[in-house]
DNA sequence: TTGTAAGCGTTATCAA
DNA sequence: TTGATAACGCTTACAA
């Protein structure tokens, strides 16, 4: 079923009827009334490839997220759906799971025109390969950028919101801290390291790597990190987490231990999850504005493709650190 | 940049672009070569939009999801996605937030023909129309699904789970127990109830309305049930509740009044949800096998889609009871 | 092995 | 107000 049958029913030409679904004013209303009747009748749906390939706008845009198992981005999808309806954009999501090769997959969906814009937040493609595309395309990244890359992003400044949380352990009394960093070596956890260091070097602390545990995202993997700290010669009284999954992982050892977070030990994570409220105790943390996010980057992006920007910037959002039971 | 300007530096028709480019075997290694070097020097990709056109494949499939802030779907997308992808299958996500405009928007993808199947895990659509749909193109629910629809589905027997957490329960002494529902009606929670009743009714316990609070989706939400629950005259020693989220908002609320949920109180929820593990007390909570459902769901969409089969299933799925500390 | 050309379903220009 | 038709980018008989 095409325009083309619809037409023939009508006794029209095919152009009538694209009229009548497209720009219903330019037809007669006699002849709109009998299309669409047929139409309804059929429960005729054009076929939006056809068009597409015609006007070369799909009015779709692609989220592409490195996995679903984290809380961290259901707030951003939120922002980012909310702002993209609004725009009358339909948005789409892709997971990744990491993998170069998926990623490769749906950033075809861009290059072959079948969405008009992507939103990435987590790429493994190399820099060079990212500056051509968004030199061509609508891209952008948010939270997790790709460092030297040519292209606007969105996020938060982690250097500053890791310096920020180490800094109020330091000035609460702390002087051996420790850090469960992770093992998927981002940008975001890069810079959360150096304001983990230039924290404490401000304060003539020790620096020595031995501080500085890498984890992958499970909570298991945050309770064994921390075991691992503990059992240095001078074991930290703080514990600095890159995620609130890892935080919590910690907390949970430092309780098998016999240590209570809050009192005998302060724990900070990231990413103010909804788990980190819940969980008792209830985790400290520093907190991005994740709708906010979303929000932003999908208005960047959605100018972009309308071409009303076309320079590339770098948005920084604010942070705030979230005092809760788990630290003093 | 097309393959007509690809051939044309090539010195070549658009039709041996095509093979270099899908067939590569059918061309002449020499001719092969000089099409791929210019192919690569200009990056070119070819436009998906156009072979869709002519295919009429587009190799992806859609799932439609009402929400990301539920722990309970990573898991059946991760099935989705190992399923799908072995079978080389694009995966998308579209989110509703149950809304059924956002639904019908997505499920245009369908007819219109941008994706070749959808698997859907919350439909607010009449059966009439899903019906219409489910007749005309690949789509099956899975895990939610439509009373009355002519369609495939993938889910666990709902009423028989809710009836053995119950009968756990009962089996363990205890007579008066409540219920914490969602008011977002669902079949998979009418079945719950059910299932509730039933387990009531065959040990002669008071099936009264007043043993069902509906709650939302929320901890929140969870917590107020579970205290209006335990105000009732015969106070509940036992709650089942339709989610793991809502249990252990009702664990929070029977501690803040004193009790201790496996001691004082026993709380069974629902999906084994990371969430449930990790919390402190750990949720008893009735299992689906989500990862398994994915699987299920995405092989049996892609055998409709490739004709293979074409008669609507019912396939049900096994659930598990698993006992925790918040029960006893 | 390669080329020609029709056709996928739509929109948009131009003419009637 | 409506119709004829070219064009969007690609694949695929069929022919050479």
């Known amino acids: 079923m095409t325009i083309k049958d619809i037409a023939r029913q ?13 720009e219903p004013g330019k037809v007669a209303p006699e002849t709109r009334q009998r299309i669409t009747d047929i139409i309804n009748e059929n429960h005729f749906v ?7 390939l015609r006007t070369a706008r799909t009015d779709q845009i692609l989220a592409i997220i490195p996995s679903l198992s984290n809380d961290f981005y259901p707030s951003i999808m939120k922002g980012l759906l909310d702002t993209a309806r609004q725009a009358s954009y339909n948005v ?10 998926e990623e490769r997959r749906f950033m075809n969906m861009l ?11 987590y790429s493994s493609l190399p820099v060079a390969e990212l500056n051509h595309l968004a030199a061509g395309y609508p891209y952008i990244q948010g939270c997790e950028y790709s460092e030297g890359a040519d292209l606007t992003y969105v996020a938060i400044d982690n250097e500053q919101a890791a310096y920020d949380a180490v800094s109020y352990l330091i000035n609460k009394g702390h002087r051996s801290i420790g850090m469960i960093s992770s093992n998927i070596y981002t940008y975001s956890e890069k810079y959360r390291e150096q304001g983990f260091n230039r924290a404490k070097e401000e304060h003539n602390l020790d620096t020595g790597s031995r501080y500085i545990m890498r984890a992958n995202y ?10 691992h700290l503990l059992a240095q010669p001078d074991s930290p009284t703080a514990i600095f987490a890159v995620s609130d999954t890892l935080a919590i992982g910690a907390s949970k050892c430092c309780v098998s231990m016999g240590m209570q977070p809050g009192k005998d030990i302060s724990i900070i994570g990231f990413d103010n999850t909804t788990f ?31 071409g009303k920007d076309t320079a590339n910037r770098r948005i ?13």
């Open 10 to 22: 009508a006794g029209v030409s095919t152009a009538t009827v694209s009229r009548t679904i497209n």
């Open 316 to 328: 920084l959002m604010r942070h705030d650190l979230i005092i809760r039971a788990s630290s003093i």
């Open 111 to 121: 290059t072959t025109k079948q969405v008009d814009g992507v939103l990435s937040f």
């Open 46 to 52: 054009p076929n939006s490839i056809g068009k597409t």
């Open 218 to 227: 499970q909570y298991d993997s945050g309770f064994d990190a921390c075991a």
């Open 276 to 306: 980190s409220q819940i969980y008792n105790p209830s985790i400290s943390t520093v907190s991005q504005p994740k709708y906010e996010i979303g929000c932003v980057a999908a208005g960047a992006l959605i100018d972009r493709i309308s």
């Open 92 to 101: 789409l999501f892709g997971v990744t799971d990491f993998s170069e090769r």
